[in-house]
């Protein structure tokens, strides 16, 4: 239902709520790795990674909806 959908973006638009107890992890490598679950809001598939910044070392991206 498309006007649903847009509900459930607004309600996420400062980011999301991860389902902590489902997230599966596809790891690159020691520092970069793919993180995947459900938002507890939306129900919409997301997804975060992190990589290496030579400043910061580890960084995590924001958790976004998965295409
Ligand atoms: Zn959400």
Do not use: Q
Not at 25 to 33: E, K, M, P, S
């Amino acid at each position: 239902m498309t006007t649903l959908t847009i509900t459930n973006t607004t309600l996420c638009d400062k980011g999301h709520t991860p389902h902590k107890e489902s997230i599966s992890v596809v790891a690159h490598n020691f520092d970069d790795a793919d993180y995947y679950t459900f938002c507890e809001v939306c129900e919409n598939n997301i997804e975060m990674f992190s990589y290496y910044d030579d400043d910061c070392g580890v960084r995590y991206s924001k958790w976004s909806v998965s295409k």
